[in-house]
């Protein structure tokens, strides 16, 4: 009975640590858990899923496609600034598409997503993003391509917004 005790504990250990490290891969990533369509929802996504993709009918808000007041061509080349700042392997450029392929590595485990980034030209001087990153490996991504788009996204609004300013 003491051996049946002892495999019982040592799985129930495991268990536990496998949950505080899910939780706190999560919690690393900093997503916005209490956005819509809250907590429980974006934690099942977050534990089911490993990848993420810009949609109008994206159930997660951050991720529906937004409108940028930037001609494309500039709104291309500070998304590819971005990409370079964040610290993205570039591995393909398609500037007559308004395209960049990247790879991001995950800070905690050094693991690889695979990053699409495409500028689409709503009018000369309007721009919107699609954007998709996917994990190498695993099927859950414990929000990490999540942190990449919003990493990514924060960047291209700040440094459109700073191009604004300094034209003022």
Known sequence: MNAVNAAVRFLLLVLILAVVTAIGTILKNRPPLMNEPGPFARAGIYLTTNSVETRSNAIRPELRPRLYDAPPD???????????????????????????????????????????VRLHPVDTDLSTLYFHSRSRIGRADFAANTRHFLNF????????????????
Do not use: C, F
């Not at 500039?74 to 993205?88: D, I, K, P, Y």
């Not at 393909?92 to 590595?105: F, K, L, P, R």
């Not at 996204?153 to 003022?168: I, K, M, N, T, V």
């Open 74 to 116: 500039e709104a291309w080349a500070e998304a590819r600034a971005v990409m370079e700042e964040l610290g993205w392997d570039i591995v393909h450029v398609s500037e007559e598409n308004y395209a960049i392929q990247a790879v991001a590595m995950t800070p905690l485990l050094r693991m690889k997503d695979d990053v699409y």
């Open 153 to 168: 996204r924060d960047g291209l609004e700040r440094r459109l917004l700073d191009a604004r300013l300094s034209e003022r």
